[in-house]
Nanobody, 115 residues
Framework: QLQLVESGGGLVQPGGSLRLSCAAS????????IGWFRQAPGKEREGVSC???????DYADSVKGRFTISRDNAKNTAYLQMNNLKPEDTAIYYC?????????WGQGTQVTVSS
């Protein structure tokens, strides 16, 4: 069974950067799209970015130009580089196998953007 583990979250000042990692085990990620989602307190979970198995990429409008999604199939890992972070980016970030209706989810990593 596929297991996903996120890491790289933390506390950062506005304008700062973080890189989230999503490490998979149990099954190869090669044939899965990988999605990054986030959920802020009191809000619904929202999609942030998606990278397909063939490398097609989408971003939510709110993060375009600031976030970059990537994947390294050799390492069975996906990444989310987040630059110019804003307080409104504060949320728990989750990776998932699949972007529309994911089959598998990680446990999440907290990202807090605050001065």
């Amino acid at each position: 069974q596929l297991q996903l583990v996120e890491s790289g979250g933390g506390l950062v000042q506005p304008g700062g950067s973080l890189r989230l990692s999503c490490a998979a085990s149990g099954v190869t990620l090669d044939y899965y799209a990988i999605g990054w989602f986030r959920q802020a307190p009191g809000k619904e979970r929202e999609g942030v970015s998606c990278i397909s198995s063939t490398g097609n990429i989408d971003y939510a409008d709110s993060v375009k130009g600031r976030f970059t999604i990537s994947r390294d199939n050799a390492k069975n890992t996906a990444y989310l580089q987040m630059n110019n972070l804003k307080p409104e980016d504060t949320a728990i970030y989750y990776c998932a196998a699949g972007c529309g209706f994911p089959d598998y989810w990680g446990q999440g990593t907290q990202v807090t953007v605050s001065s």
